[in-house]
């Protein structure tokens, strides 16, 4: 992004796509905007800018937010993303500029399992399995469809308290939804959930809604489709 593009994000203020931030926000609240971006069509997030002004940011602050994005873009945001940090001079202070693309593998959840969307300039948390249940629908249509039981029936079953605060077999399903013919190691990489926990959701909540397809050292796992049993 050019300095003449960020200083016309400023002047017409925060959307559903543009958020300005004065400085470093903590961890936590950065990955539950990398998730909402990335659930929903991209977005950029302008740190040393607020109240419609550029202020800067100083030297401790710089070094903050870079551990902060790396930290978050590795450990805080499954599946991983990667945002594209870009540092400008503009009206003489420093700025930085994160750019983070519509997610390849939605949906997108923090380190806790919550699934975060944009609501206009703010975000919010998927509080209801319903809205979980349509996120997962409008994301991956066809993958839904071919399920012997579907993706939303299963979480139907789900308590209101288990989207909010997502089980393990949860995050897994929308996991192997969202990216089929992983191995057990990569959907724990993605998922966040160790394989010994993996297993368990498999031998029980998950029983008999997937198969693995392929040789044991080059084969995944995938949701079963409608036409087997």
Known sequence: MTKTEILEKVIQGEDSITQFRRGPIGCDKLAAEFVA????????????????????????????????ISSVANSNVRPFVYPQTEYHIICGKLVLCVTIAEGASKPYSDKDGRYWIKSGPDRRCVESREELVRLVQR????????????????????????????????????????????SMKALSELSGIPIRAIRRCMDRRLYGKFEFRGTPKQGGYYLKEQNET
Request: charged share 20%; glycine share 10%; aromatic share 6%.
């Open 139 to 182: 994301l991956h249509p066809a993958t839904v469809e071919s399920c012997n039981r579907t993706v939303a029936d299963t979480l139907a079953d789900y308590s209101v308290q288990e989207v909010k605060n997502p089980s393990y077999s949860t995050r897994l399903l929308a996991t192997m939804v969202s990216n089929p013919g992983c």
């Open 37 to 68: 971006m990335s659930n929903s069509f991209g977005g950029i997030i302008v740190f040393g800018v607020d109240g419609g002004r550029v202020i800067g940011l100083d030297d401790a602050s710089r070094e903050v937010l870079d551990k902060e």
